[in-house]
């Protein structure tokens, strides 16, 4: 499922929201996810409330958020 949501976080240049909330996404989705954010400038927000990812990475995603 990721990995989809990669794709398309990657393909839709004008999302500028994506709430993820209650997923059950983990770090290895997360992960998934970043490598989307890191080709995607026009997302400035993302809600991962209640899924299990670590504080770090979750951390890292945000650092990618607003480095670009």
Do not use: M
């Not at 240049?13 to 026009?42: C, F, M, P, V, W």
């Amino acid at each position: 499922g990721a990995k989809y949501i990669s794709e398309g976080i990657k393909e839709n240049k004008s999302i500028t929201e994506l709430y993820l909330d209650n997923n059950q996404i983990r770090d290895a989705g997360a992960k998934h996810i970043s490598e989307g954010i890191k080709e995607n400038k026009s997302l400035t927000k993302l809600n991962f409330f209640g899924n299990q990812i670590s504080p770090l990475l979750l951390k890292l995603i945000a650092i990618q958020l607003i480095s670009d």
